[in-house]
Structures are given as structure tokens and as C-alpha cells.
């Protein structure tokens, strides 16, 4: 079973490249590779936690599926925040159909605009959690991370390892692939608990 996992995730990956998702630039096809080699470390305890206005206690950070959408402090974090509604459609089908996942938003804005960040985000209101990571922990912690923010939301397995790179809000084949292959691993629990 473990072996077709890795056949078909490499098949998904090479898939991803060929079908124009990424261009062909050998440059990002390394990038890919790259992530997908390195385990992605989520120091989720050294970041501040909010769900809708509240700063609330971590919960869920065991969660064997995860898409990690990061914000870092070169792109505009309230550009991102004012997007959030874009992702309540997959967010909501996620919770629904596929509750072994996560989506984990990080968000690491400028220094001298966190205050700024704070405020807007407290008045969003939005209803899935948001790690607001102050001290770069997440960059620390995954320096193999390109700086590219075409990198910065991606699928992580079980194990924490990359399976799928891209936004599946910005990209309708990453969309389907992000369901295809979490409706392949929700099948494969149910047929191993059987």
C-alpha cells in the first residue's frame, strides 16, 4: 500500500509539472523537489493562535493532513487577510468531508505593520484558526522553503512531508488534485482500519 502511496504521489507530482500548473522552468521543478525532500517543521507552540477575535489555546496540530498556506513578511499579510473569504469554500469541504485534515494560515507580516495586521485580522472574524508568527519561527524552523510565494501554500502528509505544491484557490488543477489525493488517502484509511 505504502509503495502505491509513493507511486502515485510521484505520478501527482510529475503530473503537476507537466500539466502547466508550474512552468517548466527547471529552476522550480528543483524547488518542488526540494520541498518534498525535507520534512516541513510546524512550531505551531511559538506562534500566536487566533480563532475569529480570540487568541485562543493550540489544538489540532496533530492532524495528519495539513495545507499550510504561509504569508511571510516580504508579501502583503493584509492582502492575504482581506482574501481569506476566497478559501471558505475548500475550507468548508475540508472540514466536512475530510475531517483528518487542516488548514494551517501563517502569517508573518513586517515588524512595524504586525500592529496594523492584528487589528484587521481581529475584525475579519474568521472562523478556521490563523498563527500569527511573530519571532519567524516558521522560516527558522524550514529554511529549504523558497522565498517564492508560488511555494508558500502546500498539501503535507501524515509524516509532514510535502505532497502537493500550490494554492488550490488560485489554481483549478490544484484544486482537484488537493481532493483527489485527499479523497485517495481517506480511502486508504478506511480500507487499512478494515
Known sequence: MRLKNKVVGSLIFVHVILSGCFSP????SKE?????????TLPLTLMQRYVGHKLTVQDGE???????????????????????????????????????AQAVFIFCPQTDK??????????????YPIYLDTCNAF???NPHIPSNPLFHSFLLDENDSVIL???????????????????????NAESDAN
Open 62 to 100: 496533530n492532524m495528519p493532513y495539513k495545507l499550510v498556506i504561509y504569508t511571510d513578511s516580504v508579501e502583503c499579510s493584509s492582502c492575504a487577510l482581506n482574501s481569506m473569504y476566497e478559501w471558505t469554500d475548500i475550507l468548508d469541504s475540508m472540514q466536512n468531508h475530510y475531517p483528518s
Open 114 to 127: 504586525r500592529k496594523q495586521f492584528k487589528v484587521k485580522m481581529l475584525h475579519r472574524n474568521f472562523i
Open 25 to 28: 522552468n527547471k529552476r522550480m
Open 32 to 40: 518542488i523537489e526540494a520541498m518534498r525532500k525535507e520534512i516541513i
Open 165 to 187: 505544491v500550490g494554492n488550490p484557490v488560485r489554481n483549478k488543477k490544484i484544486e482537484e488534485l488537493f481532493f483527489k489525493i485527499l479523497e485517495e488517502k481517506k480511502q
Open 139 to 141: 522560516l527558522r524552523a
